[in-house]
């Protein structure tokens, strides 16, 4: 049988409206609105038709419904910049991201979730509250994603193809999702992170907050958590050069941009040295890139883990994706770019759904 939201799901993931999938199909569009509603069932070849025309596998239209994550939990940054059939997309990315944790809680021993909520204190204080409880102190955050995934966070990576979304976190079960744009600079996509960790803690579904107001306070929740008020200030010189500033991003690994806001926002920059140095990086190209940044962006070690973990045991990525109801390639745009590889060996292979637990820490 097939289910009825899985085809309103795929869809909405190829960013397509009913009328642009029966031209792809060529089945009606009243067929088609039939099937998203249950009405009728399509028969296998309509199916196969449907599923050639959305790039999934048949097989993922008879598994089980599929939880929506919950629009109103989410906090789109520049929403009105983005088009809604590009921001549906992405939460449909999120849905297959959850159905793949789903997937790997049940044979893994996952971080347990540690992300408190903090009622809304001012950002700060929040960001200097989260790294009290993770031991953090005054230094240089790690790995953002490491940080997050080692406090029970799922982290995904966003689809190359919705550039423009830069990023969403979500709770979704009593558990907080997070999808990164990886096409950004390494620098950016930690921001990016600490960003969504503000969201999940200052506005989590006790604290429902969205619009401009929520998006501010989770930068300087991010600016704050980055680049910790004492460190700032005793690493860097009031009213510093654009060259000192460039040296200095590279302690907390941040953009010159995010540096610059940070000491302005600390007063170590007056209102006109502020605006002199970010007309002058920008001039150097720190605007929309960052020159000499890090070397690579930081990815996902759960993830890692738990595909190395599977390949001893002889389980091909291709087995879980065909489990999922999802091609490799799919996968492949959950995982911030890890290759999956075909296994060299014998005929042997152990199934996918192997229920054995394999602790999983990061």
């Not at 009328?19 to 199909?25: D, F, N, T, V």
């Not at 930690?190 to 929520?214: N, Q, Y």
């Amino acid at each position: 049988m097939v289910t009825p939201s899985r085809i309103a799901l795929a869809r909405r993931r190829r960013g397509l409206t009913l009328a642009e999938l029966s031209a792809r199909s060529g089945v009606s569009l009243q067929s088609l609105s039939n099937y998203e509603t249950g009405r009728t069932s399509p028969r296998p070849v309509t199916v196969d038709k449907i599923a050639s025309a959305l790039v999934f596998p048949a097989a993922f239209f008879e598994g089980p419904a599929l939880d929506d994550l919950p629009s109103e939990g989410i906090s789109w940054r520049a929403r009105s910049k983005t088009s809604a059939r590009v921001l549906d997309a992405a939460r449909a990315a999120g849905v297959l991201g959850a159905m793949l944790y789903d997937w790997i809680d049940e044979r893994f021993q996952l971080p347990a979730v540690d992300i408190p909520s903090l009622g809304k204190p001012d950002p700060e204080t929040a960001a200097g509250m989260v790294r009290t409880r993770w031991g953090l102190g005054d230094a240089p955050a790690p790995n953002m994603v490491h940080l997050l995934e080692a406090h029970g966070v799922r982290v995904f990576s966003l689809d190359p193809d919705h550039a423009e979304v830069d990023a969403f976190a979500v709770w979704r079960d009593g558990v907080p999702f997070v999808f990164l744009n990886t096409l950004k600079s390494a620098e950016r996509g930690r921001f990016d992170a600490a960003h969504e960790l503000g969201h999940l803690v200052m506005h989590g579904s006790e604290h429902a907050c969205s619009g401009p107001e929520a998006e501010r306070q989770a930068n300087d929740f991010a600016s704050a958590f980055l680049m910790p008020r004492a460190s700032v200030l005793g690493h860097m010189p009031s009213g510093a050069h654009v060259d000192q500033i460039i040296r200095g991003k590279r302690i907390w690994n941040v953009s010159a941009m995010a540096l610059t806001y940070r000491m302005h926002d600390l007063g170590l920059l007056t209102d006109w040295q502020y605006r002199s140095t970010c007309a002058e990086l920008s001039r150097l190209g720190y605007r929309s890139d960052e020159p000499e940044g890090m070397a690579q962006r930081e990815t996902s070690q759960v993830l890692t883990k738990v595909f190395t973990a599977l390949r001893t045991k002889h389980i091909r990525p291709s087995s879980v994706a065909a489990e999922l109801g999802l091609s490799t390639e799919e996968m492949n745009r959950l995982m911030f770019g890890l290759t999956f590889t075909t296994f060299p060996g014998g005929n042997r292979q152990d199934t996918a759904s192997t229920q054995r637990k394999l602790s999983v820490v990061p």
